[in-house]
C-alpha cells in the first residue's frame, strides 16, 4: 500500500483532468491555495522559481475577525475548562463536615471540597462519559455543519445550548441544594448538556477561523526595510493557528480559579466563574455575524465514507478488513461488475481516496493507551491527588502541570532540539519522534502507579486512601507537587507525538479525506474515555496502583511494536522531504495545509470543508 502511495507521489499514477470527479456545492469557490492548478497561472506578485528558494517567508497580515475568534475560542475553552476539572469533586466527596455549606472543606484541613458524596466509581462514570461525548459527538455535528447548517449556526447553537448548562451548573450550588442531597438533578443535566454545547462548538471554530484568512498565494511584497519577501498562506496559517491554540492553553488554566474558589469560597462561585467566562460569546457571535466569510453548507464526504465502510464489510465480512482488495469491494465499478443493485454517490478513485486515509491513519490507533497514561486511566489521578498533603492547594489544580510543559517545551523543541538535529545532520524521523512520545507517556504512567504505591503504603487508610478517608489527616505525608512530574512528563509526550503523527497524516492522506483524518483522531481519543469509563468498577480503591501500572505496562510493549510496525516511514519521509514539491518539517502546522504530490485527489472537498485539517487537539 506504501508503494502505491510513493507512486504516486513519481506520478506514476498521478490523475487526469478528464477523470470523473466529485461535485459540491457549484457556487461555493475553493481557495487557490486548495487547487494547485490556480497556482500555475499569473497573478500579481507571483514569485518565480528562483524567488521561491532564496526569498525569506513571511506570514501576512490577520484581519481583526481573525483575532475576535480566537477570543471565542478562549472563553468557550476557559469556561469549559473552569468546570471539567471540579467534576470529580463535586460527585466523589460528600459535602465537607464544619464547612461552610457551599461545598468549601473547614479552613487548616487537608479536606477536598465536595458535594454529592455519590464515591470514585460514579465520579469517575461521570467524567469519562462527559469526556467520551464531548469528543465523539463532534464527529456529528462536523457533519452536520458541513453537510446542512453551515459552521457559524451550528457555533450559535452550541453557544445556546452551553448557556443552558452554564445556569444550571450555578443553581446546582446552591446552599439550600447541597444540603437538601438534591442539587444531583441540576448538576448531571447541566454535565451532559455541557458536553453537547462543547460538541457543537469544538469542530467548527478552528475552520472557520481559517475561512478568514485572505492571504491564499504565495506573493512577493517589499517591506518598510526594502527587503523583498514571500508572504507564504501556510506561514500565515501557522502564526494564526498558534494565536488559537495559544489562547486554548491559556483558557485552559481558568481551572486554576475556579478550583481554588471551589476549596476556599463553595460550588457557587466555582461555577459562576465559567459562566461570567461565557458571557461574552453571545455578544462576539452577534458582532462577528456580518463580518466573517462564511461557507454555505456544501455537503460532507464523512456520510460516504460510512457507506463505502458498510458496503465492504456487507461484501466482505469482519475478519476482510485490512486484507487486499477490501476496499475495491465498494469501487462502483467492482458493484456493476458483481451485478448488485447498490447506489452509489462516489467513483472509484473516492474509494482509493478512503483506503488511503485510512492507512495514513493508522498510527491513531495507538493514541489511546498515551492518553491513558498521559492523563490516567478514568479519573485515577484525580483519585490519587485526594491522597497526598496538599497544605492549602486544591488538588484539582495539579493536573494544570500537563498544559503548562506544553507551553513551556513547545518552543524549547521548535527553535531549540529540531534545528540543533538539522545542524548535526541527524535525522530524527516522526515515528522516531512519536515513539519518544509514547515511551515518556509510559514512564509518566509508571511514576504515577509508584507514587499511588507510596500513598497507599503511608496513608492511614493504607489501600482505602481515596475513598473518603476520617482517621487523622485523612492524607499520606506526601506531598501533592510530586504528582506535577507525571503530569509534566504526559504533556512533553502530547508534543512529540501529535504534531508529527498530524503531518504524517495530513501530508500522506488525500486532501479531500481530511475532515475524516480528524474524525479517525477524535475517535481514538474517544476511545480512550470509553475505556476508562468501561473500567469504572475497579477505579476504585484498593485497585489505583494497578491503574496506572497495567496501562504504563501495555504502553511499553505497544511503543515497541508501534516502532518495528511504522519505522519504515522514518526513511520515507526523509527520501520524499528531498523532493521540492514536498518539504514537510513535522514542527507544526507548516507544510501539511496545502497539496502535494503524495495526497493529490482529483475528487476535490467542499469548499467548506477546506480547512478541517485543523480541527483539533484534545485540548481543543
Not at 464531548?134 to 450559535?156: K, Q, V
Not at 467513483?347 to 491513531?364: K, L, P, S, Y
Not at 504502553?555 to 514539491?581: C, M, P
Amino acid at each position: 500500500m506504501v508503494d502505491s502511495d510513493l507512486e504516486r507521489a513519481s506520478g506514476a499514477t498521478s490523475p487526469t483532468s478528464d477523470e470523473k470527479k466529485m461535485a459540491h456545492t457549484p457556487d461555493d469557490k475553493q481557495e487557490p491555495f486548495h487547487q494547485p492548478s490556480v497556482l500555475e497561472e499569473d497573478y500579481e506578485g507571483k514569485p518565480t522559481e528562483e524567488e521561491m528558494k532564496t526569498l525569506r517567508r513571511v506570514p501576512g497580515n490577520l484581519p481583526i475577525v481573525a483575532y475576535l475568534i480566537c477570543a471565542v475560542e478562549f472563553c468557550e475553552r476557559a469556561s469549559y475548562y473552569g468546570v471539567q476539572p471540579l467534576i470529580s469533586n463535586y460527585v466523589n466527596r460528600p459535602l465537607p463536615k464544619g464547612g461552610n455549606g457551599y461545598g468549601a472543606p473547614p479552613a487548616g484541613t487537608q479536606e477536598t471540597g465536595g458535594a454529592l458524596g455519590l464515591g470514585t466509581t460514579v465520579a469517575n462514570a461521570v467524567t469519562q462519559s462527559f469526556s467520551m461525548l464531548a469528543y465523539a459527538l463532534p464527529l456529528l455535528f462536523g457533519w452536520l455543519a458541513d453537510a446542512r447548517t453551515g459552521r457559524f449556526s451550528l457555533i450559535c447553537w452550541g453557544v445556546l445550548v452551553f448557556g443552558i448548562a452554564h445556569v444550571l451548573m450555578v443553581a446546582a450550588g446552591a446552599k439550600d441544594l447541597l444540603a437538601s442531597g438534591t442539587a444531583k438533578i441540576p448538576y448531571f443535566l447541566s454535565v451532559y448538556i455541557l458536553s453537547i454545547g462543547a460538541a457543537m462548538f469544538k469542530p467548527n471554530v478552528s475552520p472557520l477561523l481559517l475561512d478568514q484568512v485572505t492571504n491564499t498565494v504565495p506573493t512577493v511584497i517589499t517591506l518598510s526595510s526594502g527587503e523583498r519577501v514571500i508572504q507564504d498562506p501556510e506561514s500565515t496559517t501557522e502564526r494564526v493557528m498558534l494565536w488559537f491554540y495559544l489562547l486554548i492553553n491559556i483558557g485552559g488554566f481558568m481551572g486554576v480559579a475556579t478550583s481554588y474558589s471551589e476549596k476556599y469560597v463553595g460550588w457557587w462561585l466555582a461555577f459562576l466563574i465559567p459562566l461570567l467566562l461565557y458571557l461574552p460569546l453571545p455578544l462576539l457571535l452577534w458582532y462577528l455575524y456580518k463580518r466573517l466569510i462564511l461557507h454555505p453548507p456544501g455537503g460532507s464526504d464523512l456520510g460516504n465514507v460510512f457507506r463505502c465502510l458498510g458496503i465492504c464489510i456487507r461484501r466482505g465480512g469482519i475478519m476482510r478488513i485490512g486484507r487486499h482488495g477490501f476496499w475495491d469491494l465498494a469501487k462502483p465499478s467492482s458493484i456493476a461488475a458483481a451485478g448488485l443493485p447498490i447506489k452509489t454517490y462516489w467513483n472509484d478513485d473516492f474509494v482509493e481516496d478512503v483506503r488511503r486515509t485510512f492507512q495514513a491513519t493508522g498510527i491513531f490507533c495507538f493514541f489511546p493507551i498515551q492518553y491513558i497514561n498521559d492523563n490516567g486511566l478514568g479519573a485515577a489521578a484525580s483519585f490519587l491527588s485526594t491522597m497526598l498533603t496538599t497544605n492549602g492547594v486544591p488538588n484539582d489544580v495539579i493536573n494544570n502541570f500537563n498544559s503548562l510543559s506544553i507551553i513551556a517545551m513547545a518552543p524549547i523543541l521548535n527553535y531549540g532540539l529540531y534545528p540543533l538535529l538539522r545542524r548535526l545532520n541527524i535525522h530524527y524521523g516522526p515515528v522516531a519522534r512519536i515513539t519518544t512520545g509514547l515511551a515518556m507517556s509510559s514512564l509518566g504512567g509508571a511514576g504515577y502507579a509508584i507514587l499511588n504505591s507510596y500513598a497507599y503504603a503511608q496513608s492511614p487508610c493504607g489501600n482505602f486512601g481515596s475513598s473518603d478517608c476520617q482517621i487523622g489527616t485523612g492524607v499520606a505525608p506526601i506531598s501533592i507537587w510530586w504528582m506535577a512530574i507525571p503530569f509534566a512528563v504526559g504533556g512533553i509526550s502530547e508534543l512529540f507525538v501529535n504534531v508529527p503523527a498530524y503531518g504524517i497524516a495530513y501530508s500522506r492522506a488525500p486532501v479531500n479525506m481530511r475532515g475524516l483524518v480528524s474524525a479517525l483522531n477524535l475517535f481514538n481519543t474517544a476511545v480512550a474515555y470509553a475505556i476508562g469509563l468501561a473500567c469504572s468498577s475497579v477505579i476504585t480503591d484498593p485497585y489505583l496502583t494497578w491503574d496506572f501500572g497495567g496501562p504504563a505496562i501495555a504502553g511499553g510493549v505497544l511503543t515497541v511494536i508501534f516502532y518495528f510496525t511504522f519505522r519504515h516511514i522514518d526513511k520515507e519521509e526523509y527520501v520524499l522531504s528531498q523532493n521540492a514539491d514536498y518539504h514537510l518539517k513535522l514542527e507544526g502546522t507548516v507544510n501539511v495545509v496545502g497539496e502535494n504530490e503524495v495526497n493529490k485527489t482529483v475528487n476535490r472537498p467542499a469548499p467548506i470543508a477546506e480547512n478541517e485539517e485543523m480541527m483539533m487537539s484534545q485540548k481543543q
